[in-house]
């Protein structure tokens, strides 16, 4: 049965991600405001060949803000030796919270950190709090799930475990979000199962399969669960239910505001 522990990262890869991590700061002039693990070993869920996604929120010196340059506001690198490294400007950052985007809250949320974060993380975290929208993130949720689905094959009999938790996972989520909508839901998979009432015969399944994927390779089958994609089909389904929370006016003027603190930009 899987323990649900905390998934570390070995002392010689995270050596080689730091040194990824310094050489794109220097070779992009950027200052990065936090680098953290977003993928199966974040989630909770990872494979023994799973990749390394690095994810960062950076910024520029002010002068890149008050230029009619256009600046690319994503960083991103081939992926070399298991090590998918890449981030967002805090321009385009902030632009997705507004949005709602899922996405930003669970990098904050990330439970394997590669840097030390920036105060400004903190300010970041609580804004993303403060405007949270339930409905938004149940449909981000939704979506990310059925995509997912659509890739499950309709006769096999059999399923990768990582196609199964790429749509589970997002399922779980929008359950938590019924459940508690004044709560972002957590990242980590062993802590969104924590959060919501699951028939216990499911959550050993879950767990199970948890450990299967410790195991094998990304793309190992397992015995379909009838189960558990009742269950996420359902869920997924129930995402519009849940109801918006009324914009708040303020919102914009407060990631504004942020932002020229970042940037330190001066009036």
Do not use: C
């Not at 936090?34 to 950076?58: K, L």
């Not at 405007?131 to 149940?138: E, K, L, M, N, V």
């Not at 019924?178 to 990242?187: A, F, H, T, Y």
């Amino acid at each position: 049965m899987y323990s649900g522990a905390m998934i570390t990262i070995e002392p010689v890869a995270r050596s080689k991600i730091e040194f990824r991590l310094s050489r794109v700061a220097q070779e992009d002039g950027i200052r990065y405001l936090m680098a953290v693990e977003s993928g199966s070993r974040a989630w909770g869920f990872p494979s023994p060949d799973s990749d390394y996604d690095v994810r960062f929120i950076y910024v520029r010196p002010a002068r890149d803000y008050v230029t009619l340059r256009p600046l690319r506001d994503v960083i991103e690198r081939p992926i070399v030796d298991d090590f998918d490294v890449n981030g967002w400007d805090i321009r385009k950052t902030l632009g997705l919270l507004l949005k709602h985007n899922a996405v930003v809250a669970e990098w904050l949320d990330s439970p394997i950190r590669y840097l030390p974060d920036d105060p400004a993380i903190g300010e970041l975290s609580a804004l993303a709090d403060r405007h949270f929208d339930p409905r938004g993130y149940a449909l981000h949720y939704a979506s990310l799930g059925m995509n997912n689905v659509k890739r499950w094959p309709e006769h096999a009999e059999t399923l990768s475990a990582k196609r199964y938790f790429y749509a589970l996972r997002p399922a779980l989520a929008v359950r938590a979000l019924r459940m508690n909508p004044l709560r972002r839901p957590p990242m980590r998979l062993q802590d969104l199962m924590a959060v919501i009432d699951l028939p216990p015969a499911i959550a050993d399944q879950i767990n199970e399969l948890v450990t299967l994927k410790a195991q094998k390779r990304e793309k190992a089958g397992t015995k379909r669960s009838v189960e558990i994609e009742a269950l996420v089909h359902d869920e997924l389904a129930r995402a519009g239910t849940i109801e918006p929370r009324l914009a708040s006016e303020t919102f914009l003027n407060e990631a504004d505001m942020l932002f020229r603190r970042i940037v330190g930009a001066r009036d």
